[in-house]
Nanobody, 125 residues
Framework: QMKLVESGGGSVQAGGSLTLSCAAS????????PAWFRQAPGKEREGVAA??????WYTDSVKGRFTITVDSAKNTLFLQMNSLQPEDSATYYC????????????????????WGQGTTVTVSS
């Protein structure tokens, strides 16, 4: 049973940067397909980025601004977020599954086995 714990959320002004971390325990994160999702109040959960082997996937709205990486030595997943905008405000969740990520209709399907508890990002204009 793998446990995921996010950190790094906070408040930042538009144009700023944050790096989210997701520390994994109980299993080796690099053996899974990890991803980041977010959910803003009143909105559906949205897949933001995913990592499968050496391939990455990003939702269109964050391409060129966000970067998903994994540090195998630290067993930790990261999401570097640059040029943040108010619409990026949400609770961000890391997730992992043993299966490859599934993208349908341009959206990451959230059928992941393991989830963190979330960390909140607030971007002010």
């Amino acid at each position: 049973q793998m446990k995921l714990v996010e950190s790094g959320g906070g408040s930042v002004q538009a144009g700023g940067s944050l790096t989210l971390s997701c520390a994994a325990s109980g299993d080796t994160l690099s053996s899974y397909s990890p991803a980041w999702f977010r959910q803003a109040p009143g909105k559906e959960r949205e897949g933001v980025a995913a990592l499968y082997n050496s391939n990455t996937w990003y939702t269109d709205s964050v391409k060129g601004r966000f970067t998903i990486t994994v540090d195998s030595a630290k067993n930790t997943l990261f999401l570097q977020m640059n040029s943040l905008q108010p619409e990026d405000s949400a609770t961000y969740y890391c997730a992992a599954d043993s299966r490859p990520p599934l993208v349908s209709g341009g959206k990451l399907i959230g059928d992941f086995r393991y989830w963190g508890q979330g960390t909140t990002v607030t971007v002010s204009s």
